[in-house]
């Protein structure tokens, strides 16, 4: 057997002067994949996703926000002041020795900061410099100096009007911060993509992304569908199966589009003569028909059986099916646990673990990366700046006492 790879991005270097959940949520994938992410956080009070709430007790008794939790795994925290000119002054020294600066900052910040793309890459022409904001930096916008978060991101990139319901306001926040996820995943493909051609060519550039755009390309239905002459109407009514039903101990889904899944399900049901009945000779007519006859024999099948049971007997018949899992679901189920999709780390403030997300990307060659918790703040301010600096044990306390680093 082949002896195991490195983690591909083991000798990649990201300096994170990131908040809340788009980069870092970027970032904590890439150093999933092996690079070393170095957070440059307040000395004092940190980025602000550590007061997000709910909120649990570190081991020194502060206060750590659920983002904050969830996004910064593995990663290390330097505590610098950016309202701090020598702070600034530590950051342009430190990004020669780094392959990207992150951040997730409202457009304008970092080169208020003296932080800027031009400034920094003069510095390191190799640099790759990301950022995430709510509509990009790098493009004409008129809402370039709108404040965003997800809601507005998921609003504006059409995510509260798909599929409308009559009648019923649209539901905000339907899949947890998907403005956030999205931007952070579209920026990992983006930093990888600039990494590449920097180490390709020895000159970096900007990585920029809008988080609208990156909601706009998770639904593409949405504006695409006008365009070949499909209403929201059409779409809400599409012809087919795909919806939930009940099982002896939840709900599962079922998705039946084509004949051949119909003609299986009819077989699965004990239901032959349903595929010579007039009314379901069509897809249109299974939809139609779906409540008043289709439902109550597949319910009657299924109320004896766990959702997990009914899924395998028509997955067995090859009927696309799926239960649908729950917090405790996901956490038990025996596809996450072989996949270390849900990792439990220790808390300091109780007995029972986090529960937090692992990495989806496995990789054949290269055994996983050891999941660490989050950084506590500023512990690695002394290790980095010495390494990567030199910075004597002297500069080190004045900039201390100056109030620059924690």
Not at 61 to 81: C, E, M
Not at 189 to 214: C, E, K, S, Y
């Amino acid at each position: 057997m082949d002896a195991p790879h490195p983690l591909p991005l083991a000798n990649t270097r990201i300096l994170a002067i990131e908040q809340m959940q788009a980069m870092p949520y970027a970032t904590q994938l890439l150093a999933h994949l092996g690079a070393e992410v170095v957070k440059v956080e307040h000395p004092v009070h940190g980025e602000s996703g550590r007061s997000a709430a709910p909120q649990i007790l570190d081991d020194d008794g502060n206060r750590v926000g659920a983002t904050y939790l969830r996004n910064n795994l593995g990663k290390s925290s330097i505590g610098l002041d950016l309202k701090n000119p020598e702070a600034i002054a530590l950051i342009k020294r430190l990004v020669p020795h780094y392959d990207a600066v992150v951040e997730n900052f409202k457009p304008g910040t970092m080169e208020r900061l003296g932080l800027g793309y031009e400034v920094l890459s003069e510095l390191h022409p190799p640099l790759v410099y990301a950022s995430v904001s709510g509509f990009g930096s790098l493009l004409p916008t008129p809402y370039r100096d709108w404040p965003a978060y997800a809601a507005v991101a998921e609003a504006m990139g059409g995510l509260n009007a798909f599929r409308p319901e009559p009648g019923r306001k649209p539901i905000i926040g339907v899949a947890g911060a998907l403005g956030d996820i999205g931007s952070g995943l579209f920026a990992a493909v983006g930093i990888l993509a600039a990494l590449n051609g920097a180490r390709a060519t020895g000159i970096g550039q900007r990585v920029d992304v809008a988080m609208m755009d990156a909601v706009i390309a998770l639904i593409d239905m949405l504006p695409f569908h006008p365009s070949i002459g499909v209403t929201d109407n059409q779409l809400s009514a599409w012809p087919g199966i795909c919806t939930s039903f009940a099982a002896k101990d939840g709900l599962f889904i079922m998705q039946v589009g084509r004949e051949h899944q119909f003609e299986r399900m009819a077989h699965a049901l004990g239901k032959p003569e349903w595929l010579e009945d007039e009314r379901f000779a069509s897809r249109e007519g299974w939809r139609d028909h779906l409540d008043e006859v289709i439902r109550p024999v597949l319910e009657a099948w299924a109320s004896d059986k766990t959702k997990i049971e009914v899924c395998q007997l028509l997955a067995d018949q090859g009927i696309v099916a799926g239960p649908i899992f729950d917090g405790d679901d996901i956490v038990n189920d025996p596809h996450v646990k072989s996949h270390d999709m849900v990792l439990s780390i220790e808390r300091p403030d109780a007995e029972t673990p986090l529960h937090v997300v692992g990495n989806p990307v496995k990789l054949s060659r290269s055994p996983a990366r050891e999941v660490e918790r989050w950084p506590r703040l500023g512990a690695d301010t002394d290790a980095i700046l010495k390494h990567d600096l030199g910075l004597s044990q002297e500069e080190h306390a004045r900039l201390r006492d100056a109030g620059a680093l924690r």
